[in-house]
């Protein structure tokens, strides 16, 4: 068999597309040769192809694939739909399936077909739809991609290859709304000397409330044969596509004296198999040299890996480059953002203890999310389907229960006790309230001075805006307090961590460059929650 080519034909007539073989005519493409999982059989042969933007609704789609031989038809006949496999000397398969594709789009505009020549520094273009980034700028809409490339293996699987930092490959984006937005990025130099390699590339979208969206594309590439270098550890993202952090343990200095590892985490390179030399230069933040010690190296079939220690390290946002070195001195760079958490974590083997990290809440208030009174089973004494008889605390349990680690006083490692966050005023029965898990002088639980008060009827009278229940109203709505995230370290993203906006640990988000009214009272909401404190207790207690 010489060849093999393939065409889509689906429902949706949005998609048809020669670049992809997909409607219906003379419109067949040349699928890929690949090598084939199984070498056991005689004269083993494979191509693969793919079928993008995949039709949606279930619909039938019929995929043909025409193998063609030595004495086939030449390809431009087949421009006759007439033409039979007996008198184009070819053979024809033909396979329906079901087609349930996302309605939202993602696939390469160039290049448009596997095993294209890609010169290193050559623009790749990717589109998707645009309604994908609704709401977004262009940085927006960028975060919600990562590429990745597999160098190491001959038409590897891309999901197996390494995310590739936007800033090295100059990625871009251009709004055409409301139709097809594109990125463009620029090939890296991953040339290994062989002309007929192929690198396997995957962008992948990922955005909360849409459908997880890829592509994928194998290349060629030559350019100057420069050793090449990845970062495979630390990623650039985590599998959900959100910014990858490096957690390692907040303990107390006694016990970091006698184990410094605890401030420990690797560094891996992959480079190509003529580097002799690597190493790491960090570029922020201004003036960190870091202590990065090279552990290791290991030659694995097409590469080596490089094991480096990275240690003394403090929470923080560091970027580093990492450069390889081979035998002729030629040079080759590669880029990395790491960020770096420290996370308080308690033992949790004792099951006869309520509040593990004794931050204030249970266990089982900070692992279980509840829903309002009348979102209970029927038969649950906490049923109450009138929302005239919701208290404060049935709806302050509601926002805060589920939402922490119970193995942690602090979730997000930001400096401030779950609790504090999540804006409870008095600790439960159990809670040690003197434990200070990481010995830093600030105790595991800290009351709330600015707890969160709602519309409820318990509350008319005593809290300013209660609706009376003559009125009625939204029982739900909070009126009074401010609470942050126990699991984002900057709760209202204007890159101020909320362990600095309240450095001072009582509840009050006051540390964020808001202007303050010159008749502002700083007492005022201080009064009105000690007020209400022995009024509505159990609105932020410890039930």
Not at 123 to 133: D, F, G, I, T, W
Not at 241 to 255: C, R, W
């Amino acid at each position: 068999m010489r060849e093999v080519w393939y065409r889509i034909e689906d429902a949706d007539p949005s998609n048809d597309s020669t670049n992809h073989a997909n409607g219906v005519g003379n419109i067949w493409k040349l699928a890929q040769r690949t090598t084939p999982s199984d070498m056991g059989v005689d004269s083993p042969s494979a191509w693969r192809f793919n079928y993008s933007n995949i039709a949606p609704g279930n619909s039938n789609a019929t995929i043909r694939v025409r193998l063609r031989e030595w004495s086939s038809a030449p390809r431009s006949a087949w421009s006759n739909e007439s033409l039979t496999e007996a008198q184009g000397h070819y053979t024809e398969l033909v396979r329906t399936v079901k087609a349930d594709g996302s309605a939202y789009r993602l696939y390469f505009d160039w290049p448009g077909e596997d095993g294209t020549l890609v010169e290193a520094g050559w623009e790749l273009r990717v589109k998707y739809s645009a309604q994908y980034a609704s709401g977004l700028d262009d940085a927006g809409a960028l975060s919600l991609f990562t590429i990745k490339l597999n160098s190491v293996e001959n038409g590897g699987d891309p999901t197996n290859g390494v995310i590739l930092s936007h800033e090295d490959i100059s990625i871009s984006h251009q709004w055409d709304w409301p139709n097809e937005n594109m990125i463009t990025f620029k090939m890296p130099n991953v040339y290994n000397g062989k002309s007929d390699w192929l690198h396997s590339l995957e962008v992948r979208g990922v955005r909360t409330g849409y459908p997880t969206i890829t592509a994928t594309r194998q290349v060629k590439t030559v350019g100057e044969l420069l050793p090449s270098i990845m970062i495979n550890v630390p990623p650039e993202v985590d599998s959900d596509g959100q910014p990858y952090v490096i957690i390692l343990p907040d303990v107390p200095p006694a016990q970091l004296a006698t184990n410094p590892a605890l401030r420990t985490t690797p560094i891996e390179l992959i480079t190509s198999t003529n580097a002799v030399e690597t190493g790491i230069l960090f570029v922020s933040p201004s003036g960190y040299t870091g202590n990065v010690t090279l552990v290791s190296s290991t030659n694995m079939a097409t590469s080596i890996y490089w094991q480096y220690s990275w240690s003394n390290l403090v929470a923080g946002t560091y970027r580093f480059t990492a450069w390889v070195k081979d035998s002729d001195g030629k040079t080759n760079t590669a880029s990395r953002n790491a960020r770096l958490r420290l996370l308080q974590v308690v033992d949790m083997s004792n099951t006869n203890i309520l509040d593990h990290d004794n931050d204030g809440m249970t266990d089982e208030q900070e692992s279980t999310p509840l829903p309002l009174p009348n979102g209970f089973e029927q038969g649950d004494p906490r049923y109450q389907p009138n929302p005239e008889f919701w208290t404060n605390f049935n709806v302050f349990i509601h926002d805060a229960a589920g939402k922490s680690l119970p193995e942690s006083p602090d979730s997000d490692g930001d400096g401030l006790p779950d609790s504090l966050e999540l804006g409870w005023r008095i600790p439960h029965s159990s809670t040690d309230t003197n434990a200070d898990t990481n010995a830093d002088g600030w105790p595991n639980f800290m009351p709330d001075l600015d707890p969160p008060f709602y519309n409820t009827l318990d509350n008319y009278g005593k809290v300013p805006g209660v609706d009376s229940q003559q009125l009625g109203g939204d029982r739900s709505k909070r009126l009074r307090g401010s609470t942050t995230d126990p699991n984002n370290p900057d709760s209202d993203y204007d890159g101020i961590p909320d362990g600095v906006e309240d450095a001072n640990r009582n509840g009050w988000v006051d540390g964020d460059g808001e202007l303050i009214p010159p008749t502002w009272d700083p007492l005022g909401r201080a009064r009105l929650a000690h007020r209400q404190v022995e009024a509505v207790v159990e609105g932020n207690g410890s039930e």
